[in-house]
């Protein structure tokens, strides 16, 4: 049976998007920002090593994407920045993934064109999981995401405070498949003036916030303060499973295993399945069994 359980607001990677035009800031920006989210840096690169220009001015490793930028070379970049321990990954940009050689549009295309009785439609459906799986990719990666994504540009001719005409260049809807910003915590848009207007946040400090030249010293705290507010991440559902096994065998029952839980770490849970992640590895220690205690203990000595 399903059960409800509190709604808390757990400790949480970002997920950002920087969308802008052309020398909007959206490198710069997210490069700033990751800097001021955490120390070690990943870039992934889709436009031909424009980011290593700030080479000078940010310390982070990149790989680039030249070739094809498929879903996959992007979801092989996001795991390898997994692996690689990195505390923050920008994607600059998430565009090519989608109207760049390999992306899904040339996909959904191909696809259409191997059958003439395919139409629109299925072809959709086939490339849909593609796009899906980056989007998973992107969502359950353990780091800081920023990912920036260009716009199509227009030029609009104003009025100033003069009655004198300007020109504007304004960027219209993201390249991305539509929808992509109800997946993300963060949107903002990006001007000619680098001046950031956020579009969507789920962090409330944000809403409808103007930020000029954002990065380490006025976004980044705000959202380091916004992800790091909740409480503190439960264990995994393999790991309650595995606190269950260790209780049997210490022959504890249900209300016994929660009994040891609140002594040992002074709480007062009501389930085990609310002892966080780093509370964890005290529970597992004190229901080891003595003799396997021993065991290890000699194991790490021999
Ligand atoms: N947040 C910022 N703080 C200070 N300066 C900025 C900021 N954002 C952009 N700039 C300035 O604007 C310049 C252009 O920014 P950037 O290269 O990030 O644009 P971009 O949107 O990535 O362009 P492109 O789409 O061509 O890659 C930077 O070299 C920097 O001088
Ligand atoms: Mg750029």
Request: proline content about 4%.
């Amino acid at each position: 049976m399903k059960q409800f359980h509190k709604a808390t607001k757990q400790q949480s990677f970002l997920r950002m998007a920087l969308v802008g035009p052309s020398g909007s800031g959206k490198t710069y920006s997210s490069l700033r920002i990751a800097q001021g989210l955490g120390n070690r840096i990943a870039l992934i690169d889709s436009e031909r090593g424009s980011a290593a220009k700030y080479a000078g001015d940010f310390t982070f490793d990149t790989v680039e994407l030249d070739t094809s930028f498929s879903p996959s070379e992007y979801i092989e970049g996001i795991e390898a920045a997994v692996q690689g321990g990195y505390d923050v990954l920008i994607i600059d940009s998430l565009s090519h993934a989608w109207n760049d050689k390999g992306g899904i549009l040339e996909l959904h295309d191909a696809i259409a064109a191997q059958d003439k009785s395919t139409n629109d439609f299925t072809a959709w459906r086939k490339v849909t999981p593609e796009h899906n799986r980056l989007v998973d990719a992107i969502l359950r990666a353990p780091l800081h995401v920023l990912v920036t994504m260009r716009v199509k540009t227009e030029y609009l001719m104003e009025k100033d405070e003069h009655g004198k005409s300007v020109i504007h260049k304004v960027g219209l809807k993201p390249i991305q498949r539509d929808g992509i910003e109800f997946e993300l915590d963060v949107v903002g848009n990006l001007d000619e003036n680098n001046t950031l207007v956020i579009t969507k946040t789920r962090c409330k400090s944000l809403f409808q916030a103007t930020i000029h030249h954002p990065g380490e010293d006025n976004i980044a705290p705000v959202l380091k303060a916004w992800l790091t507010d909740g409480a503190a991440p439960l264990i995994s559902d393999e790991q309650s499973k595995e606190l269950w096994q260790l209780a049997k065998k210490a022959g504890l029952s249900v209300g016994g295993l929660l009994d040891l839980t609140n002594k040992t770490l002074g709480q007062a849970y009501t389930s085990p399945r609310e002892i966080t992640l780093d509370e964890f590895p005290r529970i597992v220690e004190v229901l080891q069994p003595p003799q396997e205690k021993e065991a290890e203990s000699e194991n790490a000595v021999g």
